[in-house]
């Protein structure tokens, strides 16, 4: 089994790393300093939440597209907690249209089975625990999720998570317990 790397891909971070800030025009060169300060961490709390590499590199590209077209003042970057939000709502748009469109066809393929067969339907594969941890996390209420995502997914220190979402450390842990106990509770259920 091969190792799944939780980092930008080669080619990616080549262009990255060949781009001159003097090449960039001045009101975006805060794109590629947040691409080049933030870009790993990002790449890390997207695979944790989606887990397909092409999920995540559209996922990638979908956040920065979004914070340009918001526009800047003066080549000013957007706070850094925004692009995380950013990143943490696209991956979840991600997830619930690929739920939406996984049902659609589970309900098309069983309907087609059902008039195959007139026998018993087959049952729906049991979801994967790591599957059954997003849609939890995803049903967490947001103040507790996106601590979570932040502290565990993206691997953020205490420190960051409350400057991002504007809260005490101390509430961050807080937040990251009751999440905790949450979680645990309705993966019990599963």
Known sequence: MTAISLSLPRDVSAV????????????????LRAMRADGPALVRLLWRMLGREQDVLDAYQDTFCRLISLGDKEGEAPPRGYLFRTAMNIALDMRRRRKVRVEHLEAA?????????????????????????????????????????????????????????????GTARVYRREAIVALAAKLKEC
């Not at 990255?16 to 794109?31: A, P, T």
Request: charged share 25%; net charge negative.
């Open 109 to 169: 393929a069983l309907a087609r089975m059902a008039f195959i067969q007139s026998s018993d339907s087959p049952r729906s594969a049991e979801p994967t625990l790591v599957e059954s941890l997003r849609e939890a996390i995803e049903g967490l209420p947001q103040r507790l999720r996106d601590v979570v995502v932040l502290r565990d997914l993206a691997e953020m220190s205490y420190r960051d998570v409350s400057r991002i979402l504007g809260i005490t450390g």
């Open 16 to 31: 990255l790393d060949s781009i001159d800030l003097s090449q960039v025009r001045s009101s975006h060169g805060w794109v």
